[in-house]
């Protein structure tokens, strides 16, 4: 078991930024990769980035503006999100998936960008 805790969510106006972190617990030594996904209210789930073993990926509508590190000791992965824009309203998801394929969802953390 993996128990995942996000954090940093806020309301920023457009062209702020925020940091979103990620914290996982539990059997750590058996994650995969680690990524973020978005939500907005009537939308799909959405990756917005991810990394494993060190290749990170970006959906392109963020590529330039964030960017996901993870810290392995501490078994974080954070998002750094610049120039943000209104649509990047959502709740974001930390996701973290395991060797076999088994995934571990967050509880989310509202992100609210004002114009």
């Known amino acids: 078991q993996v128990q995942v805790v996000e954090s940093g969510g806020g309301q920023v106006q457009a062209g702020g930024s925020l940091r979103l972190s990620c914290v996982a617990s539990?059997?750590?030594?058996?994650?995969?990769?680690m990524q973020w996904y978005r939500q907005a209210p009537g939308d799909q789930r959405e990756l917005v980035a991810s990394i494993s073993s060190g290749t990170t990926t970006y959906h392109d509508f963020v590529k330039g503006r964030f960017t996901i590190s993870r810290a392995n000791a501490k078994d974080t992965v954070d998002l750094q999100m610049n120039s943000l824009k209104p649509e990047d309203t959502a709740v974001y998801y930390c996701?973290?998936?395991?060797?076999?394929?088994?995934?571990?969802w967050g509880q989310g953390t509202q992100v609210t960008v004002s114009s």
């Open positions: 996701r973290v998936v395991v060797y076999g394929g088994i995934d571990y």
């Open positions: 539990g059997r750590t030594f058996s994650i995969y990769a």
